[in-house]
């Protein structure tokens, strides 16, 4: 089910125009959807209704095709991302050492849940399978900073570093 998005989208003409470019360069390409959302995301970082509408349009299919094909692919994002990515890690060693709480911790504090965006776009929240820290468990990163044996009590001091 489609859900509105916290914060607009803010698509540019030059992101319009370097979509549409590149879209009309290989439409008669076998297999150019993928490649178009990859380009689309490149471009505009994520891939919104309005984007992906684009797309449909520049190669002539059905809507319901493109947004199947980037909601099946884990390398696509339908919702923007936020200036500072946070990512709980929710792999069997941190989860085990309560990194549920501090997924619940911090949708609480950002007011947003797994996977969305703050409305000032300052942040974004979501969940990976493991990152590899599992001595720290459990395990978040901001951004490329890293952040174990956290306790929820500690989140507030962590994310008033990033609001500035």
Known sequence: MYKEPAIPFRGTKEQEQELTAFIAAHKDEEGV????????QEIYGYLPIEVQTMIAKGLDKPLSEVYGVATFYSQFSLNPKGEHRISVCLGTACYVKGA??????LEA???????????????????????GACGLAPVMLVDDDVY?????????GILAKYRG
């Not at 174990?148 to 507030?156: K, P």
């Open 100 to 105: 549920d709480k501090i997924m619940e911790g």
């Open 148 to 156: 174990g044996r956290l306790t929820v009590d500690e989140l507030d």
């Open 109 to 131: 504090r950002l007011g947003i849940k797994c996977g969305e965006c703050t409305p000032d776009g300052k942040f974004s929240l979501d969940s990976a399978r493991c990152i």
């Open 33 to 40: 959807l993928l490649p178009s959302l990859q380009k689309a």
